[in-house]
Structure formats: C-alpha cells, structure tokens
C-alpha cells in the first residue's frame, strides 16, 4: 500500500545533540510537510516543500533544518534541541497544494534528556 | 492566529448516540478538511468539503459549512467505541496554500 512512513517512532536526544528524523513518502506527492505536535494541541506547521522549493513558516524557530534529496524523502533536523522541543513530530505529503488532503505518517515522538 | 478553533474541546457519549463537533475560522477559505486522530498516531483525513459546498456526507460522517458564519460542523451519527479519537478541522487560507488546524475535539465513545 502506498503510504508514509516515519522512522524512527521513538527518538531520544540529549539536550543540544542534533537529531535527524526521516520521512519516506510512496504516494509520488509533490508537497511533504512536517508539523510538530505537542500533548493535546494541534498539529503546527513548521515548513513544507513544494518539490524542490522550500517553504519556512515565518515563526519556525531557525534551529529546525530540512532538507528533501528526493521525491521520496524528507528529513527534519533539529540542530541543538532544547527541552522545549520535546513533541510528536509529523510528516504528510500531498499531490499538490490547497485542495487536496493530506496524508500523514504516524509520527516521530522526541524526547529530549 | 489563523487556527480555526473546535468545540467543545472534549466529548463523551454512549456508544449509538450522535457525536457533533464545531469549528470556527477567521478569513476567507477555499476549503475545510475534518481528520480524526487516535492515540499516539498520525491524522487521518476524514472529509474535505469546498467553499462552495453546503454539506458533505461520507458514511456515518455528515459535514456542513456555513461560510457567512465562518463555521463548520462534523456529525458522526450511531458512533462506535472506535470512534474515540480526536477529530480536528483543518483550513486553508486563500492564496495561502497552506492548511492550519484547529485545536480539535477529544471524542470519547464508550462501549
């Protein structure tokens, strides 16, 4: 089936030691997200990729990094974690922008020590 | 913030009762996506209906929109114990391109 996979589902950092978290898309999407969830809260958007063009939104804190090789993957690095980006992190990809829905991995849960 | 905002933030019901959930928005949309959520998993999309649509049914999903009130209801009739999860709105700002989400509703069904 095709889908988005996330991996891995648990992560667990030292406070100030960079993490990557990986998401791989079959669905051949143009746009892949990331959100970042915190207990209870809805899902915030951090950045989005329209193929190769990037898209930050304006209150994404600069420590947060992506980068998309391919069609296929994403990547969200988070450069020097503070305690405070302790969440559920999420990857959706969607065929193209606005009107289409979203399909999303099951996410990433960071901890940070 | 441009979030549209649920209600109520947390439902509990017997298991065959309807479940109705509200979300309001601020500015102009081209469309409004309803996902559920369960524990600890990723969204599921649910139903996205247009600005120029009224309502929108799927199963035992009815979704309306009202856009002079800025207002959109999810109706889940006859819900089931496996409905328990959060549902949340999702909008689109127009010529943003962008969807945000609401701050959901936690659905408690029980058996």
């Known amino acids: 089936d095709a889908m988005v996979i996330q991996n891995p589902r648990y992560q667990v950092t030292q406070f100030g030691k960079p993490v990557t978290l990986s998401c791989s898309q079959t669905?051949?999407?143009?746009?892949m997200y990331w959100y970042q969830q915190k207990s209870s809260q809805a899902p915030k958007l951090l950045f989005h990729?329209?193929?190769?063009?990037?898209?930050n939104e304006a209150d994404t804190p600069d420590n947060f990094q992506s980068r998309r090789p391919n069609t296929s993957f994403c990547f969200l690095d988070i450069r020097s974690p503070g305690l405070g980006d302790a969440a559920m992190y999420l990857c959706?990809?969607?065929?193209?922008?606005?009107?289409?829905?979203?399909?999303f991995g099951d996410g990433t849960r960071l901890s940070i020590l | 913030s441009q979030q549209g905002e649920e209600d109520p933030q947390a439902l509990s019901i017997q298991e065959g009762e309807n479940a109705t959930m509200n979300c309001s928005y601020k500015?102009?949309?081209?469309?409004l996506q309803w996902y559920r959520q369960n524990s600890g998993r990723g969204l599921v999309h649910l139903i996205l209906?247009?600005?120029?649509?009224r309502e929108k049914h799927s199963g035992r999903l009815r979704v309306t929109l009202d856009t002079s009130k800025k207002s959109s209801s999810l109706l889940i009739t006859a819900s089931r114990a496996a409905d328990t999860a959060s549902y949340f709105c999702?909008?689109?700002?127009?010529?943003?391109?962008?969807?945000?989400f609401g701050s959901g509703t936690k659905l408690n069904v029980k058996p």
């Open positions: 959706a990809t969607s065929s193209s922008l606005g009107n289409q829905p979203q399909h």
């Open positions: 669905l051949n999407h143009n746009v």
């Open positions: 990729y329209y193929d190769k063009d990037f898209n």
């Open positions: 500015t102009s949309i081209n469309n």
């Open positions: 209906i247009r600005s120029n649509e």
């Open positions: 999702a909008t689109d700002y127009y010529n943003f391109n962008k969807f945000y």
